[in-house]
Nanobody
Framework: QVQLVESGGGLVQAGDSLRLSCAAS????????LGWFRQAPGREREFVAA????????HYADAVKGRATISRDNAKNTVYLQMNSLKPDDTAVYYC???????????????????WGQGTQVTVST
């Protein structure tokens, strides 16, 4: 069992940057593929970014490509999402997720993730 706890959200202005963190419990953090998703009011949850178990492969949604960076620190059991040049359309609750996969596989489908955090709110004002 893995517990995930996000932090780092808040109210920012358009153009600002944020770094979201997701701390995981347990000793097997390095075994998981990781992902970030978001859900805006009235909209379905959508994929944002993912990283393979190995850390060597990443993938981003078109909406954040070039503005987002996912990274992991296995020593700290933490995954990060750096978001730059934030836009009002980025306003959402952001969730981190973890799942088992082959070392170099990237998981972009939310239904393949076993473990989820409670979410952190990001609000971008104009």
């Amino acid at each position: 069992q893995v517990q995930l706890v996000e932090s780092g959200g808040g109210l920012v202005q358009a153009g600002d940057s944020l770094r979201l963190s997701c701390a995981a419990s347990g000793r097997t953090f390095s075994s998981y593929a990781l992902g970030w998703f978001r859900q805006a009011p009235g909209r379905e949850r959508e994929f944002v970014a993912a990283m393979s178990q190995s850390g060597s492969n990443t993938h981003y949604a078109d909406a954040v490509k070039g503005r987002a960076t996912i990274s992991r620190d296995n020593a700290k059991n933490t995954v990060y999402l750096q978001m730059n040049s934030l836009k009002p359309d980025d306003t959402a609750v952001y969730y981190c997720a973890a799942t088992f996969s082959a070392p170099f596989d990237i998981v972009v489908v939310d239904t393949r993730y076993f473990y989820w955090g409670q979410g952190t709110q990001v609000t971008v004002s104009t």
